[in-house]
C-alpha cells in the first residue's frame, strides 16, 4: 500500500471548509499528487433541486388522488341517478332506512310503495331515499 489518504483538519486560516485532504506516503509525512492529466480537479455538475424521477413520482400520486377522491363517488352517484330514472311500476326496491317494497306509483320527487300486501299498507317517499333496486340486482 503506498499512498493511504487521510483526512484532516486544517491548522491554517486561509482554507474555507476547514477540511483538507492529502495523501500520506509509506514514511508519514503528507505528499502532493495532481491527478494524471490535469492541474484542476474535474468540476462537478450541480444537482437538480427536484430531480424529474420525483416528479413523474408527485404527478402519479395526484392522478391516484384524484381518481379515489373525485372520479370513483361521481360514478356512483352517476349510477344511483340512472337507476333513479329507470324506476317503473312492480319493481322491488329497499330504501335507505331497510324498508322494503314494491314501487306503485311514480310523480317527480315522490314514489308510493306497497310494503305490505295483507293489509295493502303504502308508503309515499321522496325518490332519494331509495337505495337500491332490488328486482334489477
Not at 26 to 40: C, I, L, M, N
Not at 57 to 80: A, E, N, S, T
Not at 115 to 124: A, L, P
Amino acid at each position: 500500500m503506498d499512498n493511504m489518504w487521510i483526512l484532516a483538519q486544517a491548522q491554517s486560516s486561509d482554507t474555507s471548509s476547514g477540511i483538507s485532504s492529502a495523501p500520506v506516503g509509506s514514511e508519514g509525512e503528507a505528499t502532493t499528487a495532481t491527478p494524471s492529466g490535469t492541474d484542476t480537479p474535474p468540476a462537478q455538475k450541480p444537482r437538480p433541486a427536484f430531480p424529474p424521477s420525483q416528479l413523474i413520482f408527485l404527478g402519479l400520486m395526484f392522478v391516484l388522488m384524484y381518481v379515489i377522491l373525485f372520479r370513483g363517488p361521481r360514478k356512483k352517484q352517476q349510477q344511483h341517478k340512472q337507476m333513479m330514472q329507470d324506476l317503473s311500476k312492480n319493481d322491488r326496491v329497499q330504501t335507505i332506512g331497510g324498508i322494503i317494497g314494491t314501487v306503485v306509483d311514480t310523480r317527480d320527487d315522490e314514489i308510493t310503495l306497497k310494503i305490505d300486501e295483507s293489509n295493502n299498507t303504502k308508503i309515499k317517499i321522496v325518490r332519494s331515499a331509495i337505495s337500491r333496486n332490488m328486482s334489477k340486482d
